[in-house]
């Protein structure tokens, strides 16, 4: 399944980019909203094949995934890698200056099933595409609104 969100950003791009390869920041983002996060590859910030290792909770059941930086191309994008038990998922975040204080943030991932129990789930989640697709773009504005945060002034 593959969702897809743009978001506009009233920051310049250059500053947008900053705040999303501060991973520290990030991390610590993450560890206030419940989840556990393991540096697998310490390494500094934005080096290519920095990796995670994540644990939350989803459907009251503790899960585990590994996440993975796959591109950084400065100024531009990310893209990232992760799987879990049954999933895998690719996606990355693109930029795009539409200003001089004006950035389009697209956000893409793509779930793949890893096994017949997580491509029959996939299946169903199709029929509610909708509902997802407006959920994860609720989640990317939210992000996006966070990202300014950690930008700072």
């Known amino acids: 399944m593959k969702l897809s969100a743009r978001e506009d950003i009233k ?3 250059d500053r947008v980019y900053a705040s999303l390869v501060d991973f520290d920041a990030l ?3 993450g560890l206030r909203r419940g989840l556990s996060i393991d540096r697998i590859e310490p390494s500094m910030a934005g080096e290519l094949g920095l990796a995670w290792q994540v644990g939350f909770d989803f459907r ?5 995934a590994r996440a993975e930086v796959t591109e950084l191309r400065p100024g531009k994008a990310v893209s990232f890698q992760a799987s879990g038990r049954d999933y ?9 200056g539409l200003a ?5 943030m697209h956000v893409t991932v793509n779930m793949l099933p890893e096994t017949f129990k997580a491509r029959l789930v996939l299946f169903c989640m199709g029929f509610a ?3 997802f697709s407006r959920r994860f773009k609720a989640r990317v504005k939210s992000f996006a609104h966070r990202l300014l945060d950690v930008a700072g002034p």
């Open 129 to 131: 595409k909708g509902l």
């Open 27 to 29: 991390e610590l983002q």
């Open 100 to 104: 001089p204080c004006l950035t389009r």
């Open 88 to 96: 895998s998922c690719q996606g990355g975040v693109e930029l795009t």
């Open 11 to 13: 920051a310049p791009l």
């Open 60 to 64: 009251g059941k503790a899960r585990l």
